[in-house]
């Protein structure tokens, strides 16, 4: 939290949330120290966080699903649909005149989560073939989408000329930059628990790595469960791009990186990857703004220059079943 | 109480798959479904596990149609395996075999569980694989692991959940058990489909090689061009003129020298009358 253009001392961090707690002046601070971390730098750490864990579980629900650790929201193309769903959001949102309102910041949410949901058919239906996601088709139809809907969302944003929905370059490649407290709110209240209930539906995920029919022949509602998960994942996702934009690979690297860490049941990798995430991202954020400091990176240039090297070793890894 | 199908039958386009096929399966039966290929065995058990619905003719299982079962209910009172399926991400041998307890214990294995596993795999010759990365498994080894899986859905457990059936009588559809496996877990696998049928399971298997169907089998159904053409005793169904019909080559039946059932032998060479 200190760590940024304005600099502000670990002993003056503890300094000031003291003082927002009511207690004098520890250690000296500046009032532009204050704002600067109540303001912008928590609300940013906390928003940095839960956008960290909503990839990872994400990634860990589109995985699970999928039946394939090469499965990223964020390439398949349901990012994408969801930036494009927030950017019309936004531009909803100023044309209604809530755009500054959690009312706004919640239509932005939603209007991210159908859009998600949208690409999430549009993805399970191109790659699916009896019943079975087929995961170099769908990779194949995620750079179609990706691209289209990145294409479509410039349009929007073109077209709006509205300054609150940034740029093309805050949808595709995100930055927290302008984070805000209600941001923080919508956040938290979607991505813990969507977490938790994917880490209650774990058992019936490591059934389903056996085989859709051979899940189904152990009693479980493979339908109800595809319909659960696919929500979890749009919901995750809408939540994420609409806070930040789309960040590539957080939800491919982080739950492959859990499972050899914890072990491949569902219940622990949705866990382990909600914390990890939170925890790369954040790191993450404050290379982005300190690196090339007072100029700011996206963020999703850092995680790409981790994660694109990662796909290729996974790619590499996994090429002999991918190959069947 | 049986599971039963009658006159089943099964169409994939214009494709007939299966026709009027009738077969019951009684608890503490092994019933074994041969023939050639693409005579429609695997087509049988998707139709009797309930993976397709039949374009005419019922499934039951103990006196109620299979879509009447609660999904948990059927789990619990029924396994399928199915041919080699790959199991996603690095699950161990053991954590696929305890997926059979599933139904059972709802994602928190107990002890007895455990139990039921450990000597499963002990019974599949496992035991050293247990802590082996499935997808790093051979054919043979997968299928072991796979067969375990199967049989730990229905079997007995020392300490039972409480949603465990009160009835011993189970079921085991089987998709070839066998077919990767060398001679000696051949003959494991099989003394370990007796045994549980011994308990009250009624056994359902496909399998190509006719002297382990001879050898172990209460019944078998043999199968051509989607029909079942026989079913009894192997004695009865195992006939050099029946099976030269039916698999199209000249076969030699005689009585196994040791033991009280026949001994089927092809012979390439000889003439077909």
Redesign the interface.
């Known amino acids: 939290m200190g760590i940024g253009a304005v600099a502000i001392s670990p002993a003056e961090v503890v300094a000031i949330l003291l003082g927002q707690l009511g207690l004098e002046q520890v250690w000296e601070y500046t009032d532009r120290q204050e704002t600067v971390l109540t303001a912008i730098r928590i609300p940013r750490v906390l928003a940095t966080a839960l956008v960290g864990a909503a990839w990872a579980g994400a990634g860990v629900a589109v995985q699970g699903l999928y039946?394939?650790?090469l499965a990223d929201p964020a390439l398949v193309g349901i990012g994408g649909g969801a930036a494009l769903g927030a950017a019309l959001g936004v531009a909803a949102a100023v044309s209604l005149g809530i755009v500054a309102q959690l009312s706004g910041t919640l239509l932005v949410t939603v209007s991210a989560f159908v859009a998600a949901l949208a690409a999430a058919a549009i993805v399970y239906r191109v790659a699916s073939a009896s019943g079975r996601v087929v995961v170099a088709t769908m990779l194949l139809a995620g750079i179609a989408l990706s691209a289209f809907f990145a294409a479509l969302t410039a349009l929007v944003v073109a077209a709006s000329r509205t300054p609150e929905l940034g740029t093309v370059a805050f949808w595709t490649l995100g930055s927290f930059a302008g984070v805000v407290g209600r941001d923080v709110l919508v956040a938290g209240v979607i991505v813990i628990p969507a977490v938790l209930v994917l880490a209650r539906l774990?058992?019936?995920l490591?059934?389903?790595?056996?085989?859709e029919?051979?899940a189904?022949?152990?009693?479980?509602?493979v339908p109800r469960l595809t319909i659960a998960v696919t929500v979890i994942f749009a919901l995750l996702t809408a939540v994420a791009v609409a806070v930040a934009g789309v960040i590539a690979f957080v939800a491919l690297m982080v739950p492959t990186v859990v499972?050899a860490w914890v072990g491949?049941?569902h219940?622990f990798v949705a866990i382990g990857a909600g914390l990890l995430g939170a925890t790369f991202l954040v790191i993450a954020d404050v290379l982005a703004r300190s690196l090339f400091s007072p100029v700011e990176l996206s963020i999703g240039v850092i995680t790409t220059l981790v994660g694109a090297p990662f796909f290729l070793w996974l790619l590499l890894r996994e090429r002999g079943?991918l190959a069947? | 109480m049986t599971y039963a199908a009658s006159e089943i039958t099964v169409r994939v386009g214009s494709a007939t798959l299966l026709e009027n096929a009738s077969l019951e399966v009684q608890p503490g039966e092994i019933v074994a479904v041969a023939g050639p290929n693409g005579a429609g065995k695997t087509t049988l058990v998707r139709a009797l596990?309930g993976?397709v619905d039949p374009a005419a003719g019922s499934v039951i299982m103990a006196g109620r149609a299979l879509r009447q079962w609660p999904?948990?209910?059927?789990?619990?009172r029924?396994?399928?395996m199915?041919t080699d399926?790959?199991?996603?991400?690095?699950?161990?041998a053991q954590?696929?075999a305890l997926?059979?307890r599933?139904?059972l214990h709802?994602?928190d294995p107990n002890d007895s569980d455990r139990a039921v596993i450990d000597s499963l795999l002990g019974a599949v010759d496992c035991t050293h694989l247990a802590a082996r990365v499935f997808?790093t498994l051979s054919t043979g080894e997968r299928q072991r692991v796979q067969l375990a899986r199967a049989i730990a859905?229905v079997a007995d457990a020392d300490d039972a959940h409480e949603s465990a059936p009160e009835t011993s009588e189970r079921y085991l559809l089987l998709d070839e058990p066998t077919s990767s496996l060398d001679p000696a877990h051949q003959h494991a696998a099989m003394r370990l489909l007796r045994r549980e049928a011994d308990a009250g399971r009624g056994v359902l298997a496909v399998l190509h090689d006719l002297n382990l169907a001879a050898a172990y089998a209460d019944r078998v159904a043999l199968m051509h061009d989607a029909r079942i053409v026989e079913i009894g005793p192997p004695s009865q169904v195992l006939r050099a003129d029946l099976l030269e019909q039916v698999f199209e080559m000249p076969m030699l039946v005689i009585p196994h020298p040791h033991l009280p059932h026949p001994l089927v032998i092809a012979e390439p060479h000889a003439e077909l009358d």
């Not at chain 1, 490591?206 to 085989?211: E, F, H, S, T």
């Not at chain 1, 189904?216 to 509602?221: A, E, M, Q, V």
């Not at chain 2, 999904?71 to 619990?76: F, I, Q």
């Not at chain 2, 399926?85 to 161990?92: E, G, K, N």
Request: avoid cysteine.
């Open positions: 039946r394939t650790p774990g058992p019936r490591d059934a389903l790595a056996l085989g029919t051979e189904g022949h152990l009693g479980i509602d499972r491949q049941p219940r079943l069947r | 596990s993976d999904p948990g209910e059927l789990a619990r029924r396994a399928v199915s399926r790959a199991v996603a991400f690095a699950f161990s954590e696929v997926m059979g599933m139904p709802g994602g997808a859905q």
